[in-house]
Each structure stands twice: as C-alpha cells, then as structure tokens.
C-alpha cells in the first residue's frame, strides 16, 4: 500500500513539473459545458465512436444520425474484428459518413471524440500508412457534393456512441443499421 501512495505522488510531482499545474486542484480548470452539436433545419447530426477490447484485441464502433432537432434518424454498429481502437474510429466515421451519403443528406456535421482520425483526415498520409486505403475512402466520401463539417468533441459530449460502440466490440456483426 505505501509503495502505491509513494507512486502516486511521484507521478503527481512529475505531471507538475512537466505542464507546471498541479493537476489535483480541480480550482486550477475552467469548467466547461459539454452538449451535443446540432446545425441548422435541414442538417443531420453523426456522432460516433469507436471501443477496444485491450484483453480480446477485438473491436467495435457505433454512430448515431439526428437531424438538427436531436430527433432520431438511425443508429449503425459493428465490429471491426480483431483490431485496435485506431481502426475502429476510421472504420466508423468510413461507415457514418457512406451512410449518410447514401441516403441522400446534403447538409452533414459530423462528431468524434478521436482527435487522432480527425487529424489523419485532414492531413495527407503516404500511401504506405497502415490505414491508408481507408483515409482515402473517407476522403473521396467528403470530396463529394455536399456540405460537410467534421468536429472533435469530447467524451462525455458523446455519451450515447459510446454504449453502442462498447456493445459492438465482442460481436461478430460486421455491420447493424
């Protein structure tokens, strides 16, 4: 028990001197509203959001689509197979955004809580990256002729994805709408 005590403090001190505030004084932080994005009449919503399974290696994703009210339009989940969380995430925004596309929607906001994807979908990756194919589908799938937003939210933002994403990851369903 000491020997845990001892580690937490000394990884309090190291967190201190590395970003120069002391992370346990919740007084040190600006309290911010998280909520769900909406748009303008004629926009829909997706939100969604990939989970691994770190002991099983397998993983899953989930995404919701609401039009600008937060009235329901459909949910989708699937696994992405023995894979990690990296994978999922794209695999999610790959499979939310083709969806929409096929059904028509011209106006787009979509959400997710991976910084890292919404990055990797904005910059250019050589075309020996791992998730290549991938980013490039989803890039031809927002190059069309529609408006399309792509936010990072937080977590908590992005709550009902999350069920349906940890749900998903020890299925064996490719893909439910």
């Not at 904005?122 to 589908?137: C, D, G, I, P, S």
Request: overall charge positive; some cysteine.
């Amino acid at each position: 028990m000491h020997s845990t005590v001892v580690t937490i403090f000394s990884q309090h001190h190291l967190a201190h001197e590395a970003f120069g505030t002391n992370s346990l004084d919740t007084r040190t932080h600006t309290p911010r509203m998280v909520s769900w994005q909406h748009g303008d009449e004629g926009t829909v919503i997706l939100n969604v959001d990939g989970s691994a399974l770190t002991n099983t290696r397998k993983a899953g994703y989930g995404g919701l689509i609401r039009k600008h009210d937060g009235s329901f339009q459909l949910d989708l989940f699937g696994s992405a197979g023995i894979s990690n969380i990296l994978h999922a995430e794209i695999q999610d925004l790959l499979t939310g955004v083709k969806l929409c596309s096929d059904a028509g929607y011209r106006k787009l906001i979509c959400c997710s809580d991976s910084l890292r994807v919404m990055q990797l979908v904005m910059k250019e990756t050589t075309r020996f990256y791992h998730y290549a194919n991938l980013l490039e589908l989803l890039r031809m799938h927002l190059a069309k002729d529609w408006s399309i937003s792509l936010y990072h939210i937080l977590r908590e933002g992005n709550s009902r994805v999350v069920i349906l994403a940890k749900m998903r990851a020890n299925r064996s369903n490719h893909l439910v709408i």
